[in-house]
């Protein structure tokens, strides 16, 4: 199975609260998990990535939650301000796969003031 | 970071008409390079890998008479559209693997995508 299951679609946080965002994957031969943002009009931007050697990798207000029995991982923004508002794609990778992406359905973050 | 650019930003063209659409990195060398399409509100789809030298591998469904693809050098890859309908209007987004991206002493192997094109057929 090739297939990235995210959720939610679309979620609504006030500002300085925190966004959650869940992925789940069926394919145990991805080895490679980074989180893209991207705002209207624009290309995708990576975030933040993680192997599945480690449970949680944090840079800056962006931390990844791993947890590989569960085959799940996810994105929290701390302290969520209304710039943090746009479409987040988790992404899975399978190692010698030709580096071949296999994209979430994307969640789309707004954040309240 | 990688920066990939690509040419047009957006385009609109006549129904039967061909168009070419540029992607490159900008400050590192790319071996692959891979071109999707994306839908209003939906996700990236994968349409082709495009390989330095060679010809490019496309998805299932995908097809490779219409959908051209050349990576003629390690910075530059472009993808034209020939004989364009309007159900080819879309959002044509190209990323380039960086393969020199590490951390931790290992390597990412991490793409950096281009700011997209806007296709409309019209």
């Known amino acids: 199975q090739q297939q990235v299951k995210q959720s939610p679609q679309s979620l609504i946080v006030q500002k300085g609260g925190i966004s959650i965002i869940n992925c789940a994957y069926e394919?145990?031969?991805?080895?490679?998990f980074p989180w893209y943002q991207q705002f209207p009009g624009k290309g995708p931007a990576l975030l933040i990535a993680i192997r599945p050697d480690v449970s949680e990798k944090k840079e800056g207000r962006f931390t990844i939650s791993f947890n590989k029995s569960a085959k799940q991982f996810s994105l929290h923004i701390m302290d969520s301000q209304p710039g943090d508002s746009a479409t987040y794609f988790c992404a899975a990778q399978i190692k010698g796969g030709g580096n071949k992406l296999t994209f979430g359905t994307g969640t789309q973050l707004k954040v309240e003031l | 970071g990688a920066v990939v650019s690509q040419h047009p930003s957006r385009v609109i063209c006549k129904s039967g008409t061909s168009v070419k659409i540029e992607c490159r990195s900008l400050d590192f060398q790319a071996t692959t390079m891979f071109w999707y399409r994306q839908f209003p509100k939906q996700s990236l789809m994968l349409m082709a890998t495009?390989?330095?030298?060679?010809?490019?591998?496309?998805e299932q469904g995908v097809e490779k008479d219409k959908f051209l693809i050349n990576h003629a050098s390690l910075t530059l890859s472009t993808l034209t559209v020939t004989s364009a309908h309007p159900e080819d209007s879309s959002f044509y987004i190209c990323s380039a693997r960086d393969p020199f991206t590490t951390s931790g002493g290992k390597w990412l192997e991490t793409q950096y995508f281009g700011p997209g094109t806007r296709l409309l057929v019209l």
């Open positions: 495009s390989n330095e030298g060679s010809k490019a591998t496309y």
């Open positions: 394919n145990t031969a991805f080895d490679y």
